[in-house]
Structures are given as C-alpha cells and as structure tokens.
C-alpha cells in the first residue's frame, strides 16, 4: 500500500491528538506504528495508553523535558539531531507502516533541526511508509512536501479562563 506525507499544524488544539487518532486506525489494522517525539519527555497519558497496545507502537523522545526559550541549548539541538537520525534509520528499516514525528515544526521553528535536512527525511521515505508531521509553525516547504496539511484553528479554549491542562485530555 502507498503512503502519504501528512502534516498537522496551526494553532488550534488537536495535532498530536489527529496522529494519535491514525496510529490507533493503523494499530487495528495490523501494523507497526513509530511515534518520535521532539521537545517532549515523561510518561504524559498517551504514553501510557500507547503501552496497551501490544508492542504495535514504538515510542522515543528526544526533549529534555524542559521549555526550550530563546536560543536553544547546545544538548537540545543534540537531542533532535539524534532523534531526527533515529527517525529516519527507522523509517527506512522496513519495521513500521506509519511514522509519526511529533512537534517536529515547533523543533524546526525553533532552530533545532534544519528545514533541510528534515526535506530530506520526507523525499527519501519509503513509499509504502505514512509519514506524519506535527506541530505548529509548519514551513511552507513541508507544506508543499506533504499530500495532505490539516491546519488546526483555535477558536475557542477553555485554557483562555485559566483552566489548566488535565490529564488524560490535554496531558
């Protein structure tokens, strides 16, 4: 089977919540699921829930667990370099069917992967592999890679009232 090139962005909630949703659609239909997080690390609900999957989904983070402000951290450009090396040595394993690279534009935004480098991740990926990349601030040039962009709009937030993150919806 093909697969395609996805791209979930803007800055509405929902992004990591869509490539949640296609890796429980590719886990009922059989197959592997690589899910490489940027920016992120800890055991936050998804994580946890991911476990019960049987060993169908394989989870990576390469974040330091810690906000990442103004010019980024000589040990967090390390961590998404490896992550993004990792990702794609994988990717190209032939082990999964869908990849999916977490907040990977919100890492690219924030000058700790190249634009390239990661365009050449998405040109060299198998052709029977789904690849899915989330976060906000997605380049114009991922756009154009992609064959499908999905860009998720607030509208309304209840986080607007002070309500904070809970656990097992936003976290």
Do not use: W
């Not at 991911?50 to 040990?75: E, I, N, W």
């Not at 601030?137 to 937030?157: G, I, N, Q, S, W």
């Amino acid at each position: 089977m093909k697969g395609y090139v996805h791209v979930y962005t803007g800055d509405g909630k929902g992004k990591t919540t869509a490539s949640l949703g296609l890796c429980v659609r590719a886990v009922g239909a059989g197959k592997r699921v690589l899910l490489v997080q940027f920016l992120k690390k800890g055991e936050f609900s998804e994580i946890k829930g991911l476990k019960y999957f049987g060993g169908r989904v394989d989870v990576m983070q390469f974040g330091s667990g810690r906000f990442v402000r103004g010019r980024p951290d000589k040990s967090d450009v390390e961590l998404a370099s490896r992550g993004l090396l990792r990702a794609r040595k994988l990717m190209e394993s032939g082990r999964y069917h869908m990849v999916i690279l977490d907040e990977i534009n919100v890492a690219v935004n924030m000058g700790l992967l190249d634009v390239a480098d990661v365009l050449q991740v998405i040109r060299n990926r198998p052709d029977d592999v789904e690849l899915v990349l989330t976060g906000r601030y997605a380049p114009e040039a991922f756009v154009e890679a992609a064959d499908l962009v999905t860009e998720c709009r607030m509208v309304k937030h209840y986080f607007q009232k002070g309500v904070r993150a809970r656990e097992g919806i936003e976290k």
